[in-house]
C-alpha cells in the first residue's frame, strides 16, 4: 500500500485557507541551511540536492538497498523555516531584504529512515551525483510542537496578507508567538504554476 501524504497526513499539509491551531509530532527531515535571496540561480542548487537524497532513498529498492521496514511512498514536499539576518533585524523598516533571508530548507523522510541509513545514503550520492552542497545537509529530528497554520493561495510577495490572519486568530486564541520565523510548504511548483494560484502551507510556532 503506497503511503501518500496527500490522503495520509492531510492534517499537515492541506490546511484550509483560514487560521487553524494544531499541534506537529516529531518528523525526520533532510535539511540544509543558507542565505540569501531565493530568486537567485544558486537556490534552485539547494533544492537540488534535497530532491537527489530524497528520490535515492524512494528508488532504494531498484538497488537492492532498501531499509529495513522499507514501504512504497510518495515523496514528501519541500519545506523552508525562514528567518532574517541579526543586521536585518536591527534595522527592520517594514521593507524586506531578501539578499538577508535566512533559510533552513528541507524535505520530510518516512518513518523507517534511521540516521545511519540517512547518512549512507548522502554518502551514495556524493559518489553517484557530487555536488558540494551535499557536505551541508544534515538529517534532523524535528517536533514544531503547538503551531497556526494556513493555507495560502498566490505569490510569495502576498503572504504578509495570511500572516496577519494567522498572528489577529493566535490573539482572540490566546496563543503567544515564539519567535520571528516562519515554516513555508510548497505545495506547488513555482516554475509551473501561475503565481496567484501557488498554494503553500504557512506555519509559526505558538505557546
Same mark, same amino acid.
Given at each position: ?22 499541534? /506537529? ?52 514536499? /519541500? ?16 521593507? /524586506? ?65 495570511? =500572516? ?39 506555519? =509559526?510556532?505558538?505557546?
Amino acid at each position: 500500500m503506497n503511503h501518500e501524504w496527500r490522503k495520509n497526513d492531510k492534517q499537515f499539509y492541506l490546511p484550509k485557507d483560514k487560521p487553524e491551531a494544531i499541534v /506537529l509530532p516529531k518528523f525526520k527531515f533532510y535539511s540544509i541551511v543558507g542565505k540569501g535571496n531565493p530568486n537567485d540561480d544558486f537556490f534552485a542548487e539547494y533544492i537540488g540536492v534535497l530532491y537527489s537524497l530524497s528520490y535515492a532513498i524512494k528508488m532504494s529498492p531498484k538497488q537492492g538497498l532498501a531499509p529495513k521496514g522499507y514501504f512504497e511512498y510518495t515523496v514528501f514536499p /519541500l519545506e523552508g523555516v525562514w528567518d532574517i539576518d541579526d543586521q536585518a533585524k536591527e534595522n527592520y523598516n517594514g521593507n /524586506l531584504d531578501k539578499n538577508s533571508l535566512i533559510f533552513n530548507l528541507m524535505i520530510r523522510q518516512p518513518d523507517f529512515v534511521s540516521e545511519d541509513y540517512a547518512n549512507e545514503t548522502i554518502e551514495r550520492v556524493k559518489k553517484k551525483k557530487p555536488h558540494e552542497l551535499l557536505d551541508k545537509v544534515k538529517f534532523e529530528s524535528i517536533e514544531e510542537g503547538s503551531c497556526i497554520q494556513m493555507m495560502h493561495t498566490g505569490s510569495y510577495d502576498s503572504e504578509p496578507e495570511s =500572516f496577519k490572519k494567522m498572528a489577529l486568530f493566535a490573539n482572540e486564541k490566546g496563543f503567544k508567538r515564539i519567535g520571528h520565523n516562519h515554516r513555508e510548504i510548497y505545495l506547488t511548483d513555482a516554475r509551473k504554476v501561475a503565481p496567484e494560484k501557488l498554494k503553500t502551507v504557512l506555519r =509559526f510556532r505558538v505557546a
